[in-house]
């Protein structure tokens, strides 16, 4: 078993759905959760942090942990058409010299 | 600030050479890493510095060498280059290796080995 899945997409929706993108873990050690957008043919860039479980929310952005279950996500309210990207899920132990582990990455294309 | 900035943006290569992807980062970041980005494989971590004057090998090491130069610069090299090196590499820094900060990107280099 892979230490972080995510669901593989791609996923398409129209203008203003509501997104919701998920990854799973199986390393109870992880501690930092992060979501990375990545825009075609660019670098990653970092889009939601979150420590340990409960949820965080920036503008049309939320993202949940719930470590109990070891599930993360992302939730977009009112997707538009500058959301379509690739969303990576990231997550890393508290450890002095902890490493990034990455979900594979799900491409969203938002539909005008 | 410019960031993290790598050299260079697109390479071809034929099987067997050799060259240098250049990383530098003006942030007074401590810890550097080097990720490959495969189609349906994620990104993937080649090798990482936590600190100037260490490097410690990550999930695929192989075929790669790294130098961390100074704070700021952090080179991957490719000795004798194989088509399954052809990948899109990336570069990124944090300013400290624990979890608590923000790892950051470079553009990536789009690297093609015939």
């Known amino acids: 078993q892979k230490e972080v899945e995510q669901d593989p997409g791609p996923l398409s929706v129209p203008e203003g759905a509501i997104v919701s993108l998920n990854c799973t873990y199986s390393?109870?050690?992880?501690?930092?959760f992060m979501w990375y957008r990545q825009y075609s043919r660019k670098g990653p860039e970092l889009l939601m942090y979150?420590?340990?479980?409960g949820n965080k929310e920036d503008g049309r952005f939320t993202a949940q942990v719930d470590k109990s279950s070891k599930y993360i996500s992302l939730f977009i309210r009112d997707s538009q058409p500058s959301d379509s990207a690739t969303y990576l899920c990231?997550?890393?132990?508290?450890?002095?010299?902890?490493?990034?582990?990455f979900g594979k990455g799900i491409t969203l294309s938002v539909r005008p | 600030n410019a960031g993290v900035t790598q050299t260079p943006k697109f390479q071809v290569l034929k099987t067997g050479q050799s060259m240098t992807l250049q990383c530098a980062q003006d942030?007074?970041?401590?810890?550097m890493y080097w990720y490959r980005q495969d189609p349906g494989m994620g990104l993937r971590l080649i090798y990482y510095?936590?600190?100037?004057?260490?490097?410690d090998k990550g999930e695929v090491p192989n075929g790669y060498n790294v130098s961390r130069l100074n704070k700021r610069e952090f080179s991957l090299r490719l000795e004798s280059a194989a088509p399954s090196q052809t990948s899109v590499y990336f570069c990124?820094?944090?300013?400290?290796?624990?979890?608590?900060?923000?790892?950051?990107f470079g553009p990536g280099t789009r690297l093609t080995v015939l």
């Open positions: 510095s936590a600190s100037e004057g260490t490097t």
């Open positions: 942030m007074n970041h401590n810890s």
């Open positions: 979150t420590y340990s479980s």
């Open positions: 990231a997550m890393e132990g508290a450890g002095a010299n902890s490493k990034l582990t």
């Open positions: 990124a820094s944090k300013r400290m290796g624990r979890g608590a900060d923000t790892q950051y």
């Open positions: 390393n109870s050690a992880f501690q930092y």
